[in-house]
């Protein structure tokens, strides 16, 4: 076994996305464009509603995959083939957008706290045209693993403690897990050789591939087959994904995520042209 070893810290700059949402962005930044496959990461989280009432107004996506992790609050989905879901604390929603689809994210609330993250995940290019799909799971269909000396992991995708979470079909074999890990205490997670492996620390803080991580901190690990994660002091909760990467160019621009500048144009041409409604 090899320890996967942080090669680099990211903490979470402020952003702002959709209509006036509020969140902590880790990547894409100014130098991280994507740390393949995964194209974003952010991290919302208020109590307070001017910083997520506007919500996720209609909007395309093509090309990619959306993941939403819900902490806390309630979040609807609508889009413009007439298919709707409800986001629940603890729940899931992983979006396979493939060839196209325009939808939106709205808070189901109108005061008290909304918390979670948004994760893009990109497809390879043979998959960037496929019909798109949802895979939306309430909280009862996450597993919930209670291990030795407290640590507790929800497992939304991939295998841990042999436990396989419900995510299913998916392009980049993912593993995403939510761990809670009291004071002191190490968690130890396999990880497939070849994926791409972060390890982002929500609550408390810990020490992750022999780096020290504080509170809305990400650790993007270097090569090994396992990960090590001890919590410190006040405990730490940490969501740790693992994906394969895909090695091709990448074009983005905004919603779209293609391989070519031509593909980005086609994108912009089927949205103008009502073509992904
Ligand atoms: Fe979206």
Excluded: C
């Excluded at 070893?5 to 979470?12: P, S």
């Excluded at 991280?32 to 996506?61: C, K, M, N, R, T």
């Excluded at 086609?266 to 949205?271: L, N, S």
């Amino acid at each position: 076994m090899t320890l996967r070893q942080t090669q680099r810290v990211i903490a979470g700059t402020d952003a702002s996305d959709g209509d006036g949402v509020k969140m902590k962005r880790l990547f894409p930044v100014q130098d991280i464009v994507q740390v393949d496959p995964f194209l974003l990461f952010d991290e919302f989280g208020s109590d307070d509603p001017g910083a997520y009432i506007g919500g996720f107004p209609d909007h395309p996506h093509r090309g990619f995959e959306t993941v939403t992790y819900m902490l806390a609050g309630r979040m609807r989905h609508f889009d413009s083939r007439g298919n709707s879901g409800l986001l629940t604390a603890g729940g899931a929603q992983w979006m396979t957008a493939g060839r196209g689809l325009i939808h939106s994210e709205m808070p189901e609330q109108s005061d008290g706290l909304m918390r979670g993250f948004q994760i893009w995940i990109n497809l390879p290019a043979a998959e960037k045209m496929t019909p798109p799909r949802y895979q939306d799971y309430d909280p009862a269909e996450i597993p919930m693993v209670s291990l030795r000396d407290g640590i507790t992991l929800k497992i939304v995708a991939g295998v841990a403690a042999d436990t396989t979470g419900p995510v299913n079909g998916v392009s980049r074999q993912p593993l995403l897990v939510d761990a809670s890990i009291p004071a002191g205490i190490t968690w130890r997670q396999p990880v497939d050789q070849s994926a791409t492996v972060l390890a982002h620390v929500f609550e408390g803080s810990a020490e992750i591939g022999g780096k020290a991580l504080g509170t809305t901190q990400m650790a993007v690990m270097g090569p090994g087959d396992a990960v090590e994660v001890k919590a410190g002091g006040d405990g730490a909760r940490v969501l740790l994904l693992a994906a394969q990467p895909i090695g091709e160019p990448v074009v983005r621009y905004g919603p779209f995520v293609m391989n070519t500048r031509a593909e980005i144009e086609q994108a912009f041409a089927d949205y103008q042209a009502g073509r992904l409604a």
